[in-house]
Nanobody
Framework: QVQLVESGGGSVQAGGSLRLSCTAS????????MSWFRQAPGREREFVST????????LYTDSVKDRFTISRDNAKNAVYLQMNSLKPEDTAVYYC?????????????????WGQGTQVTVSS
């Protein structure tokens, strides 16, 4: 059983930065795509970013391009999301997700493992 644990959430003012981390409990990590999703109150969970098993393929949703950066360290079983120039509309619970495939996509149904989520709150 793979367990994913997120950390790094918190409260910041608009324009600030946060770095989310997600660590996996098992070594399957290095062969699998990892992604970040988020869910704001009253809204559906939405795709934020995905990174392939070897970091060779990265996707972002349009609203975070040029502000967020996803990365991974397979030696540490970790994936990160550096979030800069945060906006109030980025406020959400952020979830880390792992796929059984080496390449990820934007569909939450493609992911087999999920973390518990970490809250990000951006005030204006």
């Amino acid at each position: 059983q793979v367990q994913l644990v997120e950390s790094g959430g918190g409260s910041v003012q608009a324009g600030g930065s946060l770095r989310l981390s997600c660590t996996a409990s098992r070594r399957m990590f290095s062969n699998n795509a990892m992604s970040w999703f988020r869910q704001a109150p009253g809204r559906e969970r939405e795709f934020v970013s995905t990174i392939s098993y070897n970091s060779g393929s990265i996707l972002y949703t349009d609203s975070v391009k040029d502000r967020f950066t996803i990365s991974r360290d397979n030696a540490k079983n970790a994936v990160y999301l550096q979030m800069n120039s945060l906006k109030p509309e980025d406020t959400a619970v952020y979830y880390c997700a792992a796929s059984r495939s080496p390449y990820g996509n934007r569909q939450s149904s493609s992911y087999n493992y999920w973390g518990q989520g970490t809250q990000v709150t951006v005030s204006s």
